[in-house]
């Protein structure tokens, strides 16, 4: 028996369409209250592990080898197998939490995507080494220090956590939302897509879209590059070229911010949320 698509276009009442807009609002409150668990539960756990373990000291002459979970999967990458494996079982879980509920509602399950994805997005901020302009770039953020992971560990889930779980969510979101202007009919323009892309909302929205997946495609190379290799070299000019990167990678990220409260009113907490832990990120750098 062949699978069918569940979702569908269907018509919805006033009083549907509110109600739908309190799922989607309930929505978004469970996924940030799940990574609120999440990281009480990682300070639990660390806590208990660092009073309970004094961990061995280290032989300088006999490294410790990694285990399987803690070696990147394939040769050359960066993060390992154990940030990945967190990382998508985090994104089943909010999957999960955008089809609960949705019925075979086709713009539902669009609408939640984008909401939930959203949702997120204030902890990307949190994640993010907050002092990467200044001469502490090593800073911890302030889920560095509420989870007691060092910092570098935490930039690789910030890295991964932007790629497998805001990017998948945002693109459906998109990629949903278009096909549904495409295949649906306008009396004036022949389909919808041809009137809604003349509409404000819709142009800020694919700004953000664009913007986010160029912060994700706009990646550091963990090697520098052989053209690179010809000019002159030093720490001067490798600070210099860190601090290009963190200049993009963070005016884009506020193009994203600046573009999602001007898509849709419901975004705007959101973003309200990663302006504010933005600050708190920064005052926790400047402070330790």
């Known amino acids: ?53 004094e961990p061995p000291k280290p032989n300088r002459r006999k490294p410790l080898a990694k285990s399987w979970l803690d070696s990147p999967p394939f040769a050359g990458w960066i993060e390992t197998r154990r940030q990945y494996l967190v990382c998508s079982i985090w994104l089943m879980w909010l999957l999960c939490l955008c089809i609960w509920n949705s019925g075979d509602d086709y713009l539902h399950l669009t609408k939640s995507l984008g909401h939930v994805a ?10 993010s080494p907050p002092l990467y302009l200044t001469s502490t770039p090593a800073s911890p953020s302030l889920i560095s220090v509420l989870t007691t992971i060092p910092q570098p560990t935490i930039n690789a889930y910030h890295r991964l956590f932007g790629r497998l779980v805001i990017a998948p969510l945002l693109v459906s979101h998109a990629l949903l939302y278009d096909s549904f202007f495409l295949q649906t009919p306008h009396p004036e323009f022949g389909i919808l897509f041809a009137k809604r892309i003349r509409d404000a909302d819709v142009q800020w929205g694919i700004l953000g879209v664009v913007a986010f997946t160029s912060v994700v495609l706009f990646a550091r190379p963990a090697v ?19 601090q290009v990167f963190w200049a993009v990678h963070v005016g884009l990220v506020v193009v994203l911010g600046v573009a999602a409260y001007s898509h849709v009113q419901w975004a705007r907490l959101y973003m309200i949320e990663g302006l504010v832990g933005s600050m708190a990120n920064v005052g926790c750098g400047l402070f330790l």
Do not use: C
């Open 1 to 53: 028996m062949a699978l069918a698509w569940p979702w569908h276009f269907v018509t919805l009442s006033e009083a549907e369409k509110e109600q739908r807009r309190e799922l989607l609002d309930l929505r978004g409150s469970y996924a940030q209250y799940s990574m609120l668990l999440a990281i009480l539960l990682v300070r639990l756990y660390t806590w208990v592990f660092q009073s309970g373990n």
């Open 118 to 127: 959203l949702s997120q997005f204030p902890f990307q901020i949190l994640m």
């Open 224 to 242: 520098k590059p052989r053209w690179a290799m010809s000019l002159r070299s030093g720490s001067g000019s490798a600070r210099a070229r860190q």
